[in-house]
């Protein structure tokens, strides 16, 4: 069975641009999480994706949006970067049912510049 | 400027030793916990999770230990090997019904030959 990919793996961007990243979830999971891992603040909720509705939300500003398609693929846009953004985004799928484990792809590294 | 970067714990074992991680959770209401490993480069891996009715589990050379009374988990790694050296996290989840994890600081775990 496949894992969880992300894509791309690697991005630079500057300032006031905007980022789309994307999460292809393992089969048969309809939830989708991301995270944002930095050395500072650990790695942090952002939202939760189920049945293409967002179930859940962490503590970010509104620049932080994302969405889920009907195939469960999930993408996750940031706007108007700023170099604190700069860190491993990370995307976990599950069955969505809460007490069962997230498996988590390999990130995707963004560095603002 | 520059935040600065997360101290992590760090535990060091010679390769054969039994090694134990500690975490610390802050919501009694938490239902769900699970462990992950975290190589360099890559995502969380998930190791063993445990549920809250239950106080300890078993997997294959790893056991977790739960103590809800004073909010602890424990990780407990039988004949380390040096391809166990990694980050552990901790994680458990607040918001039953929802993949919401909220994770621990992590505990870097160096294995010596």
């Known amino acids: 069975k496949a894992g969880v990919t992300q894509t791309p793996r690697y991005l630079i961007k500057t300032r006031g641009q905007q980022v789309t990243l994307s999460c292809s979830p393992i089969s048969g999971h309809r939830s989708v999480s991301w995270y944002q891992q930095t050395p500072g603040q650990g790695l942090q909720f952002l939202f939760e994706y189920f049945s293409e509705t967002q179930r859940n939300k962490g503590n970010f500003p509104g620049r932080f949006s994302g969405r889920q398609f009907s195939n469960s693929r999930s993408e996750m846009n940031v706007s108007t970067l700023e170099l604190g953004d700069s860190a491993l985004y990370l995307c976990?799928?599950?069955?969505?049912?809460?007490?069962?484990?997230?498996?988590f792809g390999d990130g995707t590294r963004l560095s603002i510049l | 400027g520059e935040s600065v970067g997360l101290h992590l714990p760090t535990l060091s074992v010679q390769e054969g030793d039994n090694s134990i991680i500690n975490c610390a959770y802050s919501n009694s209401a938490s239902d769900y916990f699970i462990w992950y490993k975290q190589e360099s480069g890559k995502g969380p891996q998930f190791i063993i999770d445990i549920r809250s009715n239950m106080d300890k589990r078993q997997g294959q050379r790893v056991t977790v230990l739960l103590n809800k009374t004073v909010k602890h988990l424990s990780l407990q790694i039988a004949a380390t090997q040096p391809g166990d050296s990694a980050v552990y996290f901790c994680?458990?989840?607040?918001?039953?019904?929802?993949?919401?994890?909220?994770f621990g600081k992590g505990t870097m775990l160096l294995v010596s030959p």
């Open positions: 994680a458990e989840n607040r918001a039953a019904g929802y993949s919401t994890l909220t």
């Open positions: 976990a799928s599950s069955l969505g049912q809460g007490i069962e484990p997230q498996h």
